[in-house]
């Protein structure tokens, strides 16, 4: 079965970078896209971007340019997102998730994901 | 960015009653709807996709309906293991954007 298994929990120090890794098991790495999804404390959720691991194009959320890269390792099956100039506004659940792409109605459905990491907590404090 | 107005925020449902969630997108989106569970202190779960079509393994009290800009995930008959916060989720256009959550409790 598809599994996504994430790094701990991270308390690291402003204006510091933290590096959160997702493992993926039960399928082919490289042939589906991996999302990155924020969750702010009783927020709801945002999307980060997406990694294709086959040949690690990559898709940003503009609002995370420059604050968020992702990467990823065909060897160990591992997907990456690292953090940068961290701030107490990106303390939050990180989520990865992978993409399935659903043909229906004549259509292919593209950035549903159906199968979600257990979440990453940063926590960025003094 | 196309914005997901999620309606409503929170409701409360006695056992096996009928509950709706909406999703109105700022622009037509195409179907390109999913709607997600999400437990507390879990990660989401894909329940539906397309707008309509349920992802193997979920319940078939979990149905979704709609076109164009409003969306809509029915539960048919509340149970106790449906406690959780909904999101929905449009992947129509970049950035992909989600609802802010709906709050379903038992009665």
């Known amino acids: 079965q598809v599994q996504l298994q994430q790094s701990g929990t991270e308390l690291v120090k402003p204006a510091s970078s933290v590096k959160i890794s997702c493992k993926a098991s039960g399928y082919t790495f490289t042939s589906n896209y991996m999302h990155w999804i924020r969750q702010q404390p009783g927020n709801g959720l945002e999307w980060i971007g997406w990694?294709?691991?086959?040949?690690?194009?990559?898709k940003y959320n503009q609002k995370f340019d420059g604050k968020a890269t992702l990467t990823a390792d065909k060897s160990s099956s591992t997907a990456y997102m690292q953090l940068s100039s961290l701030t107490s506004e990106d303390s939050a659940v990180y989520f990865c998730?992978?993409?399935?792409?659903?043909?229906?109605?004549?259509?292919?459905?593209?950035?549903?994901?159906?199968?979600w990491g257990q979440g990453a907590s940063v926590t960025v404090s003094s | 960015d196309i914005q997901m107005t999620q309606s409503p925020a929170s409701l409360s449902a006695s056992l096996g009653e009928t509950v709706s969630i909406e999703c109105l997108a700022s622009?037509?989106?195409?179907?390109?709807l999913a709607w997600y569970q999400q437990k507390s202190g879990k990660s989401p779960q894909l329940l539906i996709y397309?707008?309509?079509r349920l992802q193997d393994g979920v319940p078939s009290r979990f149905s979704g309906s709609g076109s164009g800009t409003r969306y809509s995930l029915k539960i048919s008959g509340m149970q106790p293991e449906d406690e959780a916060d909904y999101f929905c989720?449009?992947?129509?256009?970049?950035?992909?954007?989600f609802g802010a959550g709906t709050k379903l409790e038992l009665k």
């Open positions: 622009e037509g989106i195409s179907n390109d």
């Open positions: 397309a707008a309509s």
């Open positions: 998730a992978r993409e399935q792409i659903y043909y229906y109605d004549g259509y292919y459905h593209v950035g549903v994901m159906d199968a």
């Open positions: 989720q449009q992947s129509y256009k970049y950035p992909y954007t």
């Open positions: 990694i294709y691991p086959g040949n690690g194009n990559t």
